[in-house]
């Protein structure tokens, strides 16, 4: 399908309000709230496909609400924020029983988490960094059809749960470089709209390490995935898919090491 020739416009108040508040030299908190609109793209409005009518897509309207605190206890910088985030008309695409796509306005999502964040100087020359997510992406009122209804289900490819930890060590026989061992966790999430099937965890290692021989040159290397793990950048499950499983998998790279050089002029 496409549509006939036709011209669509948009406009939409955006107010954002936020504050800063500092308890103590070493501590301040912070509180935000947006609202905010996207348009929908270019292919969305007049590829239709499918679907019926794309080009009476409505733009998506957010309310967005963020409360946290920063500080510094030591030798630790830390930070801690709590979010929820509430999308009206949020622009989805279902997927049919015979595989096509049809793209359109859903009533609600809903978007809640926590995010922690800590920098650690453990020695003069060690340090540790820890990032931690925890969310829930949910279909808050999402009904396609008649016959189908994903309101109350968490949106697909949308883990709960992120870790990125990092050791960083940067003694003076590296000559102003440093190595960086990484430690990156992703959750288990759903692979379907309907909540069916999941993708599991998987954890991955990274180790990077530079050393200046100059000011204007040095050599780097970094080897991602140090201990081969099989795992899958993306995940999706569709009734529609091809063999008798259903699944589709983006494989991630194996173990890979990276050598090079950098001149500055």
């Keep these: 399908r496409r549509p006939a020739d036709t011209r669509v416009d948009f406009d939409h108040l955006s107010p954002k309000l936020g504050a800063t508040y500092a ?36 733009a998506i ?6 409360v946290g605190l920063r500080g510094k ?32 306005n859903a009533g609600e999502t809903l978007h809640r988490g926590i995010e922690l964040g800590a920098e650690i100087a453990l020695t003069s020359e060690l340090e540790l960094g ?5 969310a829930k992406h949910a279909y808050e009122n999402w009904q396609p059809n008649t016959t189908t209804n994903f309101s109350g289900n968490e949106m697909e490819s949308a883990p709960r749960q992120i870790i990125n930890t990092r050791l960083n060590y940067h003694p003076a026989i590296l000559n102003g470089g440093r190595a960086e061992l990484e430690w ?54 569709s009734p529609a898919g091809f063999g008798p499983e259903k699944f589709e ?5 194996q173990r890979t090491f990276y050598l090079g050089v950098d001149y500055t002029f």
């Design 73 to 104: 206890a030591g030798n630790i910088n830390y930070e801690a924020s709590l979010y929820y985030m509430s999308k009206d008309d949020d622009i989805l695409t279902f997927r049919e029983a015979d595989g096509s796509r049809t793209t359109m």
């Design 184 to 237: 990156v966790s992703l959750g288990s999430y759903w692979m379907d709209q309907g909540n069916s099937h999941r993708y599991d965890d998987h954890d991955l290692l990274n180790l990077r390490i530079n050393y200046p021989l100059a000011d204007s040159l040095q050599i780097y290397g970094r080897i991602t995935n140090l201990s081969d793990e099989r795992y899958a950048t993306a995940a999706s499950y």
């Design 130 to 134: 820890i990032s931690y997510a925890y």
């Design 23 to 58: 308890f103590s030299p070493t501590l301040n908190g912070f509180a935000s709230y947006r609202h905010g609109f996207r348009v929908p793209s270019a292919s969305q409005l007049f590829r239709q496909g499918k679907s019926s009518n794309t080009v009476d897509l409505d």
């Design 249 to 253: 998998f983006a494989p991630g790279q």
């Design 61 to 66: 309207k957010v309310d967005s609400y963020e």
